[in-house]
């Protein structure tokens, strides 16, 4: 396995097909370092390409899921700095990965730690997680989708409110206004948050995959063209044999023995 200095990973669940990724910088409450977020790119890779792998988690720990991108490391950054060397842009390969990844929020999740967890595809938080964009505090805005994607996943009102005041929320307002998809208490989140994953893994994962292309359509299209691209993903199915057996096993009365084809 390879070996990573700001993160930890590890395989778990009952079947031993849930990718658990731990960001590991404590003393510096998991801020984001370019370090980190090349070893978190390559763990979700490894565990995207890995056939043993249902569902990926990212976690942090008690005191905080990520306290945003590392303000030392970028503070005599220039315009032109990161221009020419792309600051930011590795965060994107979580999101380019095919099966579902989970954030477990446990503490802070701010700034680049907000918007890591809204690169996820399901957030479910710990009753101390405190969200927030503080970005504006610092002299800067959100960099990493946080002006974006706040305001698809939670609407206009409440995405500026965030990202103007820069006030941090809590984990029962996370979940009103649609962010986070359940609270739990904090020894608690970790383990629902794996059940999450292995309930999905008791799926095709091939289904799994094009169900998550077509919800992720939803942000990138208009409604006509996502539609479209929901129908033929949705005939597509009708193409593999997990489709078939899906059906056949329903019928049947009995449990569906997917083969990922
Ligand atoms: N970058 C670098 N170091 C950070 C950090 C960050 N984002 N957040 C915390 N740390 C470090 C602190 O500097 C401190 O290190 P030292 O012990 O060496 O001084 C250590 O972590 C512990 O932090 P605090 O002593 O501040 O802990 P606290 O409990 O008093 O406060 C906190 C916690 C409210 C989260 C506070 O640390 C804080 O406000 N952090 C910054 C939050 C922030 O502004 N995030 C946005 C960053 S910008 C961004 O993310 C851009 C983007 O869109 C991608």
Redesign the pocket.
Known sequence: APQYENIKIEVVGEKKNVGLIQLHRP???N???KPLFKELGKAVKDFDADKAIAAIIITGNE??F?????????QNNTYSSNTRDGF?QE?EDVSNCGKPVIAAVNG?A??????LAMLCDIIYAGENA?F????I??G???????TQRLPRYVGKSKAMEIVLT?N?FGAQEAEKMGLVSKVFPVDKLLEETIKLAERIGTHSPLIVKMAKQSVNQAYETTLKTGLQFEKSLFYGTFATGDRQEGMNAFIEKRTPAFKND
């Open positions: 003393k510096a409450l801020a984001l370092c005191k905080a990520a306290a945003g991108a590392d303000i030392k490391e970028m930011l965060w802070f701010l700034g680049g730690g907000c918007e405190k927030g964009q503080p970005e505090n610092i800067t805005i959100p960099g990493a989708g946080g820069g941090f």
